[in-house]
Structure formats: structure tokens, C-alpha cells
């Protein structure tokens, strides 16, 4: 996808081992749309050299103020001012305690200092050995940093170059892209609680196999990820999938409808938005078997008996908050024939505002999809597209339907 298409990402790099994982940074910004200029601290030129940095990025690293290829002398000013985002990635703990006093006496630092603060934002990825990291000093840094309008985007947690594990590593390139990405994004769900149900359910039958959906979690996982980018606090209730949870996205493992049910609605109170995307399975057996049920041969298969589970969304949808409009509730419909018909009737069966209809068979487990919305006043379909931008374009159109979230 071509998010970062026409931003131009000033991408800079301090002292740090991390510096080796810049170059795929880079790579990845580019290939998101970007243009990205490269400038380097003295230090990092000890991890990676400019050469790799300027064939990766097509464009000559700056590392000095005193660089004369820029006509006017002011390497600082003329960079930043092309820039829709500056980004430090490694940033050093030592480059992070510069930042907060305003220290200038190199380039990457004089940039970050004359950089117009309201239209150029500044990005961090922190970089450093636990113990570095978990220092009061860094801590404060980092808080003031933040205080000070930079964005710090924080670690990622495990094995260390130096050895040692715990927090410090720098995000992975795609990890940071995805947080660059979602920056840009317009906050059309401030101040929003959204809570999601993604991926199938599991209903077990006896110890090794049990009942489930064709879900492979990705409409879901998306939409977790354009409203938290849309600024909204996202909680995702999610069945069986090996999917990464989104950065920042608090997700709540289930297996069953039953789970599903109960992990819904003790969260309820605190959401202003639900959606509904699981593909949850309408019946379980009534009798879990113990031991796993043997074939036996020479006898007719088992017989099984199945009760039906509770119907979330439906559920949902009766909450007094849901009918008052504090809770706008979004449902999911994966038909495989009759789209139009199915997906009205469903909006009305299910008593929500806004049902998406989308054919199954043709999306499961897919990337891409088309969503058909229906409401009290008719249908729109958007898509053929990918599921992240079909999200976005989604969570635009709950964003318009919702009541201004209430002051804290
Ligand atoms: O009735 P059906 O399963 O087709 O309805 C689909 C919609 O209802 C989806 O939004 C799904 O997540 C939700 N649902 C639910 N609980 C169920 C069954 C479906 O929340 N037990």
C-alpha cells in the first residue's frame, strides 16, 4: 500500500547497534511511498556507513552542518523545512538527553531544534540496553520529550546485542513504518472506546477437535488498526488466529462464544463504539466429551447434540447505553449468496444501526475484500480494495455517525 505516498521523511540516525536495522527502515519508508533524506550523527557512521544509507535511499546523506552542497550553507534549515516528519531511528539514550536541553552542535540535533515544530512532527525509536533504558534518567528524557511534543513511538522487548534481554531494542522496521503510517492518519476518533470482536471461535467437542468458522481474524486485526490509528483507545476481543496484535491495541484472547460473551460484555461500559466482525460459531455441543470420541469400527459415527450460544452482537445492541446512541454498534454479515437481502435483513434482525455485508468465500483468509453498508437509509458498497483501507474508509463513516465523546 502507498500510504507514505508524497511525504517526505527526514530519517535519522544516532549512535546505536540498531543502526544496522535503519537500512530495512528505510526500504520499508520507501516502499510505503515515501521519499526519505538520511542524516547521520558522527556516531552512527561507527554502525553503518553512507553509502549503504544513500543506495538504499537514492539520495546523499548529510552528516555535518558545515556541508557546503547546500547552496545557502544552512544544511539544518533547508532539510527540515522539506520535511513532513522527522524521524530518530536509532535514537541513542545520549541523543534523547541532547533533544531535551535543545543542544545543537551537530546537524541531526541542530535540525530536531529548528525544525518548525507545528508542521514538521518529531518521531523516536529509542534504542539502548535495558539497563539504559530503565534508567530514571532515560525515563525522564523520554517523558519529557514527550512533554515537549515528540512523538516517542517506544521499544520493542528481548535479546540484546550486547547479550543481555529485556526492553530497549529498537521497533521493527515495519513496526515503525505502521506507527509512521498511522501518524498521518486524521484523529477522527479522539477521545473514542472501540471495542472489536475478530477471527472465528473454537467450540471444542472433546479434547483434540471441535467446531469452528472459516475467519482468519484480518477484517478485524484491521480495523483494530485504523481506529487506534483514527486516535481511538481500542480494545480487541479476539478467537483463535495467528495474527500480531497492532501496537497499542489491548487484545483479549478467547476461545469460545461463551468466552467471547463474557470477555464483551464486562468491557462494555467504558465503549462508545462496537464492532462486531467475528465469525462466531451459533452452536456448541451440549456435552463436552471428556476423552477424545474413538472411531469405532464397524459402528455408525456419534451422534451429537447442540445448543445454541448467545448471540453477542444482539445482545449488545439491547444495552440500554446501544439504544441510547452511547454505544453505536456496527455488525457483520458474511453471506455467501443474496448479499443485498441477507445483509438488510440481518441489520434488522440484529437491531443495529449498521450492518456490513461482505460475500465469504471470497474474502476469507484474503487481504482484500468488498464491504457493502447498510443502514436505515439504504445501502453503499466501497472495494474492491484492501482490508486495511477498507477499514479506514469504515471507521471514517462510524466516525460521522457518532456522538461527540463526553469530556473527561
Ligand atoms: O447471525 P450471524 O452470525 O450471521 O450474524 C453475524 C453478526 O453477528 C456478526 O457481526 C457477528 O460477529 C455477530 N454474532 C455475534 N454472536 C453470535 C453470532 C453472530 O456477535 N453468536
Redesign the pocket.
Known sequence: MNELAGKHIVLGLTGGVACYKSAELCRSLIKAGATVQVVMTESAEQFITKTTMQSLSGRPVYTSQWDDRVANNMAHIELSRQAHAVLIAPCSADFAAKLIHGRADDLLSLMCLARPRDAVPLLIAPAMNREMWAHPATQRNMAQLEADGAVVLGVGQGEQACGETGDGRMLEPDSITEAVVGHFQPKLMGGQSVLI?AGPTFEALDPVRGLTNRSSGKMGFALARAARDAGARVTLVSGPVALATPDGVDRVDVDS?QQMFEAVTSRLETATVFI???A?A?WRAEQVSEEKVKKQVGKAPPTMQFVE?????ATVAKNPRAQSGDLFCV???AESHDLMTNAKA?RER?GVPLLIGNIGPSTFGRDDNTLLLVDAKGTREIGPDSKLALSRLLIQDIAQRLKPPAKP
Open positions: 470482536t462464544a462486531a466482525c467475528a462466531v451459533d450460544n448467545p448471540d453477542i452482537l455488525g457483520f454479515a440481518k440484529k
